[in-house]
């Protein structure tokens, strides 16, 4: 079992590192403004081709390979969402290894526990699908399961939990919608309090990513001082 200070610093650790994505990318694209016959020429080029035109998202870059930065900060975002989601997990797998009465209920086939040597494998069984079963929920619900396996006050996270949600919801329509806002990311919106957007396609710029960033690290951050406090 990990500290869960060592849990914070790995996850948080690949979410800066994330960061600097878009970085490389836009030393590529200065290096081309500057010379056409750069390397990196044809690898914009070719992926400008295929991006979508919404990508274009600068207010005074206006150039087709531009469109690279706008679709890595959306990469980005995804991976960013996965490793808060993945700590949130290393978060409740660590406390239900501690207390794994916390979890109630877990039902095994007989063949499984025909296979499984110990009660200790058993319980480690059940801890790792219980964790993972909390990020099928909605976002509300897995909060609150969340909070309660930890024992903590449903304030906690209650002031940054709406920009995790809409950077949450930003992700899922990047992965399963090509960015176009939907009904569905609506709805989630409106579970959080959160005005829908006008605009029918949504992206990702560094300082709608910067913002998402330190929220999450605030989130990760509160998690962290709040098992330290009451676990260790």
Same mark, same amino acid.
């Given at each position: ?49 295929? %991006? ?35 700590y ?38 059940? %801890? ?23 024992s ?25 919608n ?21 605009v ?13 960033r330190?929220?999450?690290?605030? %989130? ?13």
């Open positions: 079992m990990q500290s869960f200070d060592s849990l914070f610093q790995v996850r948080a650790g690949r979410i800066l590192a994330l960061s600097r994505i878009s970085q490389i990318a836009i030393e590529g694209l200065s290096q081309l403004s500057k010379d056409s016959g750069s390397k990196f020429q044809p690898l914009f080029s070719f992926m400008a081709e295929h %991006i979508p035109a919404h990508h274009q998202n600068h207010p005074t870059i206006d150039i087709p390979e531009y469109k690279v930065i706008g679709f890595l900060d959306g990469l980005t975002l995804i991976a960013t969402i996965s490793e808060v989601e993945a949130f997990q290393d978060v409740v797998v660590d406390v239900l290894r501690l207390h794994p009465k916390k979890m109630g209920k877990s039902t095994f086939e007989l063949q499984e526990l025909l296979e499984m040597g110990t009660l200790q494998e058993a319980i480690e069984l059940a %801890i790792q699908r219980h964790a993972s079963g909390l990020m099928f929920k909605k976002p509300n619900d897995y909060k609150k399961d969340l909070l309660s396996i930890i903590a006050d449903g304030n906690l996270l209650e002031d940054a939990w709406p920009g995790f949600v809409e950077a949450k919801a930003r992700r899922d329509l990047g992965v399963h090509g960015w176009l806002v939907n009904d569905i990311y609506r709805a989630k919106l409106r579970d959080v309090n959160l005005p829908p957007p006008s029918e396609a949504l992206t990702v710029d560094h300082s709608y990513l910067y913002g998402v330190e929220n999450c690290i605030k %989130i990760m951050k509160r998690l962290k001082n709040h098992c330290e406090s009451t676990f260790a």
